[in-house]
Each structure stands twice: as C-alpha cells, then as structure tokens.
C-alpha cells in the first residue's frame, strides 16, 4: 500500500481531535488524500485546514458514525470527490468513567453505538465498496482494554472487547470469499489526548489515562504503518499493551485482585471533574481541542516497541544471525573440548 501514497485516499472516523486527528496529520504528511469524519466542526475544519497546508487534498464530513445511513451517504460524497477510498480507519470514540451501577442505560447504550456500533457500520460501509474493487485495507484502533477491563469503564471495555470479536469474524468470511481486502488492528496504551477533558465522569474527580502514557503521534505512526503493512492482524502499541495482554493471558486472577486494589485511584486525579462532556453533543463542535490533552509534562514520545514492528524483518535477521553465530561458537568449543 505505501507504493504511490499521494493518489490514495483514507478515510479516517474520530479525526476532529485527539488519536484520530493525530493520524489524519500523519497520513498528510506522508502525502494521502483525506476524508474526515466526526461530529465536531470547528475541529474537522481545522484538521482539514492542516492536511492541506501538506499539499494533500482534503474534505471534511460532519456524521454521527452511530448512523449507518449517514455513514453510507459520507463514503459516497467522499468517493464522488476525492476518489475510490483505499484505506478506512475506524477511531470513533464517546465513553463514561464511572462505576458500572452508577451508568444510565442509555449512556452505557450511547458508548456502545459509537465505540462498538461506529466501527461495525465503517466496516459495512467501506466493505461494499472495497469489495466489489478487491482491494483496500481496513484499520480498526482497538485498546489494551480489549483484552483486559478495568474498573469504571466497562462501556469502553465491553466494546473494545467486541471490536476483536466481530473483526475476526469478518476476516473469516474474507478468507472464504478469497477476497484481497485486508482487515487489521492497532492496539493502544493509555494516550495523551483530550479525551480525559470531556469525557463524562462520575468518579469524584477528575479522569485521568493510567500511567504510562504515550502521545498521540506515537500511536498516530502505529496505524499509519499498520495501514501500509496490513499483513499483521493486530499490532500492540506501547510496552504497558503487551504487559496487559500477556497478564490477562497468564494470570488473570492477578490483574483482577490488582485492579481491585489500585485500579480506581490509578484513573482519577484530585480535581473537579468536567463541567460538560461530549457523549450525546460534541465538544468541538464552536472549539478546536487539537490532538493533545493535559498530560504533555509526563507523555512518552517514543515507544520501542513500534520501533521493533517497524523493523521486524531486520530484528529478526539480526537475532537469528546473532543465534547462528553463538551455535557456530558452542560447537566449536565443544568440538575444542573434545579433542582436548
């Protein structure tokens, strides 16, 4: 996919603030035509108004990804103006932190629309049109709380969990169909967006990513290359992901009694909470919020792990000549010890 990038388009849900917009930056700098989706106008305009100081086409599509029919109608307008779309990101996002008793249904109703929802109606969306093609790649920006949920975000967990569920299913049906179309997942730690500024939240205080964190750009570069390389079926982003995955995996009686202990206090700091949130009406809709939150002083802007994925091939010559070479060692020094 990363032949000819400047005559590609993506799509991109979520791209008014925080991870999505921080992708739709990425894609434009490396020269993608981009159709961006969100509530949110002033922040969709002003994410528009970065891709093109790149050089790089660029239109803004204000939907509600909770609506199927509005999906279909924005890939329409999309693919009349810009083009066949090529890539489709799904980063939709809307959550509420608080206590599983203490969330309305409809709230609980309103986080899986958007988060698991948002994502199923992309897929359908972006798969009638890749389908018929054979082509095209499918990006689904999935959590470390896709394998393992914590205290006070069962909503955002539960679909997380789904997002897996429902992927899998469809790389199935793809596989049997013989389809070229390609479906993969990017797999985050907690990010430094400003998502922790409007979510809503009934914890006493105010919310915050539990540590460590990383910046929006970091995990912005994950999904772009996942993207371009969509081989992979999933990739885990940031080492606190592969400790949590492989955690639930290995002793998930131990995550439960930690999270039990420590997961509360880990996600709320002493300060009052938001006064508004976006979870029914958008909070950048007269305001542009920009991609980073409150947390710059303590975000990482680098993870090696992303490092390694993106030299995986080199890692591994590397580490298998390395492997080569000290068998070479031992047999020779046990052939020494022999003849000695």
Known sequence: ???????????????????????????????????????????????????????????????????????????????????PVD??????????????MEIEPEEYRRVTDVCYHGYVHGTQAALERMLPRDRGVIVQVGSALAYRGIPLQAAYCGAKHAIRGFTDSVRSELVHQGSHVKVTEVHLPAVNTPQFTWVRSRVGGRPRPVP????????????????????RRRYWVGASTVVTVLGQRLAPRLVTWQQGRSGFKA??????????????????????????GEFDGEAHESSPLQEM??????AALVGAAGFAAGAVGFAVTRGRRRRA
């Open 309 to 314: 994925n993106q030299r995986r091939r080199t």
């Open 267 to 292: 996600q709320i700091r002493d300060l009052r909470p938001p006064e508004r949130d976006n979870l029914f009406q958008p909070l950048d809709d007269e305001r542009d919020y920009g991609a980073h």
């Open 1 to 83: 996919m990363a032949g000819e990038p400047s005559s590609q388009v993506v799509v991109i849900s979520g791209a008014s603030a925080g991870v999505g917009r921080a992708t739709a930056r990425e894609f434009a700098r490396k020269g993608y035509a981009l159709a961006l989706l969100a509530r949110g106008r002033a922040g969709l305009d002003a994410a528009v108004e970065e891709a093109r100081a790149e050089g790089v086409p660029a239109m803004a599509v204000p939907v509600d990804v909770t609506d199927a029919g509005a999906v279909r109608e924005a890939l329409a307008r999309v693919e009349s103006e810009l083009g």
């Open 212 to 231: 460590p964190v990383y910046q929006p750009e970091v995990v912005a570069d994950a999904i772009v290359w996942g993207a371009e390389h969509p081989r």
């Open 87 to 100: 890539i489709w990101v799904n980063c939709a996002f809307a959550s509420i932190i608080a206590p599983f």
